[in-house]
């Protein structure tokens, strides 16, 4: 009763277990620790598409501040197309999830690119409360994407508008053939090229050359230089090409990328540059025959009529000194005019045919020339190194080297002012090699030019031009005090041409 003393000898305690209701709180805290630190842009909306939460890296990721607040905000705002996003919502409310890409835009009103995945939260009894979006900004690897997917229609393009062929190669077989590559193997739209083994257009004989440099290239990471073989088109007809081989990468996969190119052409000129070539020595064979005919004929007119006759006239003369019809001086006058005059049509007749040439050989007949025109007539010591087999020459090459020798000595006699000539004549490494050297007054750089050209000297202008003629090069060397070398080189199948 109210006022009355009341003794208490009992105490009721009631103790309830909060261990799970601790347990589901840490929970809850640490789920939403790990949302609102996530990476990824995370938001919570309501029945009606408005936020009922948004973590930091969505309003970092939308450029708002931290205490920027956006509940109650329609979720569909912040997307660029806002009925597309309305589709996904509906999507994900029938099917439970949901998983794409849109366009968005940030609070300033720039747009950005982002991937979301979406789920539905549904209560005990099955209805959706809530929808839990994450974000993820994929600009960049979007801008990477287009940039890659530009570079790759840009090379594209570009390969397949080359005129090399190209082909890539994996396992040896060929997955990607250019416009080039199907014309230059007849093979149509090219399609009938892939899968095909890149081997199976070439020649046997370059089989397996070929598929040595494509393991090399596999196993080096190195590039195989252009090399010459022979390809089949897909009609049997063999073409010339050369390719090249690189270490590739096609769609993830190691390949090797071959560069073909067409050199059936560049085979064909080079093979009219050679028959002209051989036309070119026959025709300067024929104009050696020619001159040489002439000069026989010219010298045998000297000897047989014009030499004749002056003899003739010598002896003469020589009767009517003795019979003292005329005054002895004028005759003698007369008479040693005559016989310089002889003398002088011998010489020219000699120089016109050696006959030391015909019967002897070159070699022969150079030392007879030597002997008469240049050591006892001009007291130059001369040196003659001879390979004998160039008397087994043709007739026209040792009428040709004979004939150049003495153009080469008689320039020094008449500008060198040397002592002393060494003259080479050799066969080997496939040349005839010529030089005549002298210890002579030599020249400086602007009278060399003037000595080579045509300008210097018809006789030298025209070797050098007889030279390149036959196919072969012709060298001066020289400087001031230090003497002159003259040397030219002569293919011996100039000399092969000419047996034949």
């Known amino acids: 009763l109210p006022g009355a003393e ?8 009631a103790v309830i277990d909060i261990t799970s209701i601790r347990e589901q709180e840490l929970a809850i805290r640490l789920k939403d620790h790990a949302v609102q630190s996530a990476i990824h842009g995370i938001v919570f909306s309501d029945v009606h598409d408005r936020i009922a939460y948004a973590n930091s890296a969505f309003l970092k990721m939308w450029g ?3 205490d920027d607040n956006l509940v109650g905000n329609s979720i569909l705002s912040y997307w660029v197309e806002p009925e597309k996003a309305e589709q996904a919502l509906r999507a994900v409310r029938q099917t439970g999830r949901g998983l794409g890409e ?8 720039s747009v950005f690119e982002v991937q979301y995945s979406a789920c539905a939260i549904s209560d005990k009894q099955g209805r959706i409360i809530s929808i839990q979006m994450s974000f993820m900004d994929v600009s960049d690897r979007k801008k990477a994407e287009r940039q890659l997917i530009q570079n790759e229609k840009q090379y594209r393009t570009l390969v397949e508008s080359m005129l090399d062929a190209v082909l890539i190669l994996v396992d040896e077989k060929i997955v990607y053939a250019n416009p080039a590559a199907s014309k230059l193997l007849d093979a149509g739209d090219g399609k009938g090229l892939l899968d095909s083994v890149f081997t199976q257009f070439l020649e046997s004989e370059f089989v397996d050359s070929s598929r040595e440099r494509y393991r090399a290239v596999c196993q080096s990471g190195k590039m195989q230089p252009f090399k010459e073989v022979r390809a089949v088109r897909s009609d049997g007809t063999p073409i010339d090409i050369e390719s090249a081989m690189l270490p590739f990468i096609y769609h993830d996969t190691p390949a090797v990328l071959a560069i073909i190119r067409d050199i059936s052409r560049d085979k064909a000129i080079q093979k009219q540059l ?5 036309q070119l020595r026959r025709l300067v064979t024929q104009l050696i025959r020619a001159e040489e005919l002439q000069r026989r004929r010219i010298a045998s007119e000297l000897h047989d009529h014009i030499g004749q ?12 000194s003795a019979n003292h019809s005329v005054s002895s001086m004028s005759l003698q006058s007369v008479s040693d005019q005559l016989e310089s005059i002889v ?4 010489s020219l007749t000699f120089d016109m045919a050696s006959p030391s040439l015909l019967s002897n050989g ?3 007949a150079l030392e007879d020339w030597l ?12 040196n003659l190194q001879y390979d004998e087999q160039a008397d087994g020459l043709a007739e026209e090459v040792q009428t040709f080297l004979y004939r150049a020798v003495k153009e080469l000595v008689v320039n020094v006699i008449k500008h060198a002012q040397a002592c002393r000539v060494e003259i080479t004549v050799l066969l080997g490494n496939g040349f005839i090699s010529v030089s005549v050297k002298d210890d002579g007054i030599g020249m400086s750089g602007s009278d060399k030019n003037r000595f080579t050209s045509k300008g210097g000297g018809y006789g030298l202008f025209s070797l050098r031009q007889r030279v390149a003629d036959m196919g072969g090069t012709m060298e001066v060397t020289s400087a001031s005090g230090q003497g002159t070398c003259v040397s030219f080189n002569i293919p011996m199948e100039f000399n092969a041409g000419q047996k034949q």
């Open 362 to 364: 070159l070699g022969q």
């Open 6 to 13: 009341v003794e208490y000898n009992k105490v009721l305690l």
């Open 343 to 346: 003398e002088q049509v011998q």
């Open 274 to 278: 050679l028959q002209q070539q051989e």
């Open 371 to 382: 002997d008469n025109e240049v050591r006892f007539r001009h007291a130059i010591a001369v």
């Open 64 to 66: 708002y501040a931290e």
């Open 102 to 109: 849109f366009t968005a835009r940030r609070k300033d009103g």
């Open 309 to 320: 006759d002056l003899i003739l006239a010598k002896l003469k003369i020589d009767q009517m």
